[in-house]
T-cell receptor
Framework: QQQVKQSPQSLIVQKGGISIINCAYENTAFDYFPWYQQFPGKGPALLIAIRPDVSEKKEGRFTISFNKSAKQFSLHIMDSQPGDSATYFCAAKPPWGDAGNMLTFGGGTRLMVKP | GAVVSQHPSWVICKSGTSVKIECRSLDFQATTMFWYRQFPKQSLMLMATSNEGSKATYEQGVEKDKFLINHASLTLSTLTVTSAHPEDSSFYIC???????????FGEGSRLTVL
């Protein structure tokens, strides 16, 4: 059972545009929602993360929007750049100490930003 | 963020041989590390949880005799792929929790190709 569903699978955005990636989760026990960025041949790198006590978190051009009632969260990349072209994974984790602190990953979104 | 280092970054071996991949936490201690496997254009699949000083916990469907995990110290976990076959060719990534809220940091990954 896939507990975190991510969409779209792929996304093409023009340089300067806004990239939006969405995730939905099922387990209401999740309390930590990170986004990872992965370039080909590299391990995922933590990009930004949010906890359910806030509805939005912004770091530079990256913003997470969180809707607890809908069990959805999204990543917005403002002023998208070709260097942002990568695969993005959303993830979710239960509280520290629960279920071995294991992350559940979404299926990933391959973003291509065209010059 | 915390640094997790993997070695080797890529390895090619003949079918039937064993390959060891190391995962080190460079600037923090990790009682628990996680090993993931990633096929091309797919998400990360958790293989096992490595526990310092005790046996690893394997996910359903992962052969413990095939993928030997040793976590002998607080900074080192190793994954040994025994009697490797071409179907074991994949990208293997380790990770560890660090920081006050237990963010998960990933190594650079190890590309295994079995001929």
């Amino acid at each position: 059972q896939q507990q975190v569903k991510q969409s779209p699978q792929s996304l093409i955005v023009q340089k300067g545009g806004i990239s939006i990636i969405n995730c939905a989760y099922e387990n209401t026990a999740f309390d930590y929602f990170p986004w990872y960025q992965q370039f080909p041949g590299k391990g995922p790198a933590l990009l930004i993360a949010i906890r359910p006590d806030v509805s939005e978190k912004k770091e530079g051009r990256f913003t997470i929007s969180f809707n607890k009632s809908a069990k959805q969260f999204s990543l917005h990349i403002m002023d998208s750049q070709p260097g942002d072209s990568a695969t993005y994974f959303c993830a979710a984790k239960p509280p520290w100490g629960d279920a071995g602190n294991m992350l559940t990953f979404g299926g990933g979104t391959r973003l291509m930003v065209k010059p | 963020g915390a640094v997790v280092s993997q070695h080797p970054s890529w390895v090619i071996c003949k079918s039937g041989t064993s390959v060891k991949i190391e995962c080190r936490s460079l600037d923090f201690q990790a009682t628990t590390m996680f090993w993931y496997r990633q096929f091309p254009k797919q998400s990360l699949m958790l293989m096992a949880t490595s526990n310092e000083g005790s046996k690893a916990t394997y996910e359903q469907g992962v052969e413990k005799d095939k993928f030997l995990i040793n976590h002998a110290s607080l900074t080192l976990s190793t994954l040994t792929v025994t009697s490797a076959h071409p179907e074991d060719s994949s990208f293997y990534i380790c990770s560890a929790n660090a920081g006050a809220v237990g963010e998960l940091f990933f190594g650079e990954g190890s590309r295994l190709t079995v001929l």
